[in-house]
């Protein structure tokens, strides 16, 4: 069975978070062939400086090479912004799975913000004089399950992580950014 | 009138801005307080390199004089350079590095937003995607503000020194777009407040980043950034 470039390049799996696949996050935007046989692959960058989008690039020239397509453009497309909320169902559950609690919902599902996101942190200040901390309020536990989570950190090990804990059972966690 | 009328010239304030701000923040890596902040520092600093490489790879294009982001980046001495001079100051105190966190990225945050919206589709894609990394930025300089401005004796006067010592800075800031200086404030003035901070009285006013004309301190950080480079044109590894 041949794979098409579309299924090849989607199965390439994001270096950095391994259980995942490009297409899963949101980051893979479109396979196109042209009729020369050229294959055009168009992604986004979650964050501006993800240093990781070198080794996507690499790995989707490799899929595709060992699939018998050598003649590959692969350019970045920025427009519209990323966001956290591109990332599939498949792929908020692999990375639960693996220990990287999935991130809140920036917008609802009818494109209305949400209160509960940290995609526009205000200022300290602002936020105690303004009522509730517009902190995700279901960041639960990806080993436990508990919601008795604190955020340490909200840089992690890669650009698009923050470093929490859980009260309940004490481990410490990556959650995906909201953003 | 100022040398950002032109789109180069733009272009070059807005990718200078953030790579004289990322090599300021990798500059803390490994000597921030806690290895916490370390990682937060260095994920601040590869936000604003990540801006800075597209804002001067477009800038290159619109040049079309053939200098990619790293001849733009690595082969133009302090003469060349656009960006405020409150990037470049030194941040030998961690409450330097906090204040210039919170007023310089909140500037960056509202530029970014006013950009998102403009008429240039390729800059308002690359602002729409740093407003919101930016976000976390102006967030975590308002967190330490009030830590430590609103913390012990020896925190807070560090801090009010730091908030002294960089406030003339931000009147460059606005040099091109006046307008966004009060929204600036409205951010900026009520973080203050909660950290127990004086905000300072506006008086002198030191520019001439925009211009080309930095203080002392932004050669040496060019010094040590472009050695590499300089010494071997073209190195990979």
Redesign the interface.
């Known amino acids: 069975m041949v794979n098409s470039p579309h299924e090849t390049v989607a199965a390439v799996v994001d270096p950095e978070l391994l259980v995942v696949t490009i297409e899963e996050l949101g980051v893979l935007r479109s396979v196109t062939t042209d009729d020369s046989g050229r294959v055009t692959v168009a992604i986004t960058?979650t964050?501006?400086?993800?240093?990781a989008m070198d080794a996507i690039r690499a790995d989707i020239r490799a899929a595709l090479a060992s699939a018998g397509h050598c003649d590959v453009d692969v350019v970045t497309q920025?427009?519209?912004?990323?966001?956290s909320d591109l990332i599939s169902e498949s792929g908020r559950a692999k990375l639960a799975a693996a220990g990287v609690a999935p991130p809140a919902r920036v917008t609802s599902p009818a494109g209305v913000p949400s209160p509960a996101t940290?995609?526009?942190?205000?200022?300290?200040?602002?936020r105690?004089?303004a009522g509730p901390v517009p902190v995700a309020l279901s960041v639960r536990c990806p080993r436990c399950g508990s919601p008795d989570t604190r955020r340490?950190?909200?840089?992690?090990?890669t650009?698009c992580k923050a470093?929490w804990r859980c009260e309940a059972c004490r481990e410490p966690f990556d959650e995906f950014?909201p953003? | 009138m100022t040398g950002a009328s032109t789109g180069f010239d733009r272009l070059l304030a807005l990718g200078d801005d953030a790579l004289v701000m990322a090599q300021r923040l990798g500059g803390w890596c490994a000597r921030a307080p806690e290895m916490?902040?370390d990682?937060?520092l260095a994920?601040?600093a590869?936000?604003?390199?990540?801006?800075a490489?597209?804002l001067l790879g477009y800038a290159g294009e619109v040049e079309g004089a053939g200098r990619d982001e790293d001849a733009l980046a690595y082969l133009r001495t302090d003469r060349g350079y656009r960006n405020a001079l409150l990037a470049e100051l030194p941040d030998g105190d961690f409450a330097v590095l906090v204040a210039k966190l919170l007023f310089f990225c909140s500037f960056q945050r509202l530029r970014y937003a006013r950009l998102a919206g403009g008429p240039d589709?390729?800059l308002?894609?690359?602002a729409?995607?740093?407003v919101?990394?930016s976000?976390?930025h102006?967030?975590?300089g308002?967190?330490w503000t009030?830590r430590l401005g609103d913390g012990t004796d020896e925190s807070h006067a560090r801090m009010q020194a730091a908030v002294d010592e960089l406030w003339p800075y931000t009147h460059e800031l606005f040099e091109d777009e006046p307008e966004l200086r009060s929204p600036w404030l409205s951010?900026v003035e009520?973080?203050l407040?909660?950290a127990t901070l004086d905000r300072p009285v506006d008086g002198w006013a030191p520019r001439g980043g925009r211009d080309g004309q930095h203080t002392e301190a932004l050669s040496y950080l060019l010094a040590e950034m472009q050695v590499l480079h300089r010494a071997h044109p073209g190195a990979k590894w």
């Open positions: 960058p964050y501006s400086g993800c240093p920025l427009a519209p912004a990323w966001s940290l995609a526009e942190p205000a200022p300290v200040s602002a105690r004089s340490l950190s909200a840089f992690g090990s650009a470093l950014k953003l | 916490e902040e990682v937060a994920n601040i590869l936000d604003q390199l990540g801006a490489r597209l589709e390729r308002a894609a690359i729409a995607k740093a919101k990394e976000a976390y102006v967030d975590h308002a967190q009030v951010t009520p973080v407040a909660e």
